[in-house]
């Protein structure tokens, strides 16, 4: 038993917290705004990307570190790519890591076996030559808000998927992956009819799209059982890359925060002494330091193919979207005024945080997808994390 | 990260549980903060002791197996799964003995120890005064030399001195130097509740249990320690003269940390709130009850995550400092919601005082004692944020 990072992803995890020290600065982070003025300064005329972090990602390999050996990737898992998407978030990182390195790469590594475009793909992406983006739809038909990828026997309660019609900086993206109820499609984004939307978060370069009216088996990837099984396994991950990029994201306010409340005085004391702003940071790292763990596990049950990896990404995305929107507001509450401007930079990283707590599934979502777990059949055994009578 | 445990852990679960459940009385034994109650728990500590499941971590010299700290977190999870007792020893055993390993002499240890495990001797934490809650410094009993009998008279006063009505024994700090002020000057006494010189009130607490005492220490004599047991019964010193508040601490974290709250606990009310919660879904269970239970059994589990993260550290060398407030903070907070949560599902029953009710009114009492959960985020915001002090 050792719950902890190993040595080697403690040290992987540094360097990229390095690298994105050196790239993605806010005045960084500003420019992939295209609204200078909402971004609170910059050049306008972002696109919702870094390109100075993403190549320097690329060159390092990271992007390839799930893809494998095979295409020229790291051949790691889900455990050494989520420390990862930690210190995305604490960079406010609008480029798609999560989405390229860990969902692209789950939905391509289920398709390889039979499908030639998949294996090419894996090879690019682990030379770091593309983008690519993933998103969970129901056929242009269906005007649900969830998809059940069909409840076969092996999936339980928790494997209810997202879906949504929005896809961030979809035209810097050189494919984008469609996962629907039982297809998963490979698509160029043009084809989506894609309409800018105003995210909160201007670094995001929202679109909106529509799933085409067809879609042949020319576009398709997977299907059946095959895709739903790859579905489930890829929105897991893109809900637990978020949830990894709402602890890091939380981290750096409350860090901002912190450093704020030592350094600002108001009745000749540091506003950090005040009780009242001790306990409101206290509540709201709490629940970071509480949230992380399960983002953890859920990493290591998705890289170990555990039955319950749903369940697993489910808490951890509920507790984390919890979390962030907690650190957002004590942050902003004990900031005061200044946190409430634009050129300051707390904004930037509350606005991605308000993002991704609804993306991929929000807290209400995910709490459902464990309720309906908990409540459904037998007994969960307690206190033995490998295995479940579930 | 390996979640998995080894083969001999596995053989050690399957050992305690399998004498667990063979041992357990069933139906549960009334409170043991009654005086009934104390006397049928008396003889489960008893039972425990017989077969070396008393003090599972301690070296088998003082009645223990030398388990690992692994070994002990499962051994608590199948204890709570499967029903245990409440420990009526455990003041003695999870907060006496790290300090007494730490502290003692090697005649105390050989002394205090064994009988402690055996339950011979039944301890209280004498921390409390009128005037001394929170303050632990402001403590005022004091101890004053009597050089020509060869020790010291204690006189004073202790309160809310949990089971001190069933205890023979009280561990307490006492202000040895008359010129000291607050922390300073303070001695940590082992003190006997039987004889001349000590009057033990017991009054009743908020759950209806006789649990708290009031302690008079009215020129109480204890002789200095010579190494032998005729002045160890007779009480004792831990650590130095005028450095108790040193090892009182060594006592405090402890306290907050692992021991005294371990997962399996807060697990295993868990498992019984979702099977409460299951019981009705029959009669139509609101969805907002269902993902309340839901996430009361998220929190119980990081908390078990948490503590894993925790022992890891330990295991490995870091010591857990000022984390362990947050360990405190999260689950006596924890408990509360669990039982607040399940009163809910018993609407118009919740008021019948049954397990549910009498747990809620104990959980109240846990965001108060082993420091107030005010006094920890204090803690919190100074020693692990950083936050400044005034």
Redesign the interface.
Known sequence: MRFALTEDQVEFRAVVRGLLADTCSPDELRAAWPDAETAGGGPGGGNGRVPGAWSALAEMGVLGIMVPEAQGGLAMTEEDLVPLLLEAGWAGLPDPLAATAGVAVTLLRHASSSEPRAQELLAQIAAGEISLGCVFANSSQSGSTQSNPAQSESMGPASVVAVSNFVPAATSLDQILLCLDDSVHLVDPASLQLTPVQSVDGARNLFHFVVPAELGESTALLTGAAAQAATLAAFDFAALGAAAELIGLSRRMLEMTILYATERKQFGVQIGSFQAVKHHLTNASLAVEFAEPLVLRAANSLALGNPQASLHVSMAKAKASAAAKGAAAASLQVHGAIGYTVEYDLHLYMKRSWALAGEFGDVEFHRRRVSAELLATQTIQIGHLAESTI | ??????ES?EAFRTEACSWLESNVPTPALPSGDTKKGFALHLDWEYRLAADQWSVVSWPKAFGGRDASL?QWL?FE??YY?VGGPQRVTQNGIFLLAPTIFEFGTAAQQDYYLPRMSSAVDLWCQGWSEPNAGSDLAGVRSKATRDEAAGGWRLSGQKTWTTRGAFCNYLFGLFRTDPESERHKGMTYFMVPLEGDGVTVRGFGRLDGDAGFAEVFFDDLFIPDDDGTADTMVRGGILGEVNQGWGVAMATTSSERGLTLRS??RF??T??RL??L??ER?GDG?S?QM??A???A???A??????T??D???VV?GVAMGARSS?NK??WSELDVRLHEVALDLLGAEAELDGPWMKGYQFALSGPIYAGTN?IQ??I???R???????
């Open positions: 990260m390996d979640l998995t445990w080894s852990e692994w499962i999870e199948e799964r997962p399996g697990q295993a868990a498992t979702v099977d919660a299951r879904v269970l969805q269902a993902d239970v839901a996430d059994w998220i929190d589990e990081a908390y078990s995550l948490f894993l993260s022992v890891t550290g490995e947050y903070i999260f005010e985020r204090n919190v915001a100074e692990v944020l950083g936050l400044p002090r005034k």
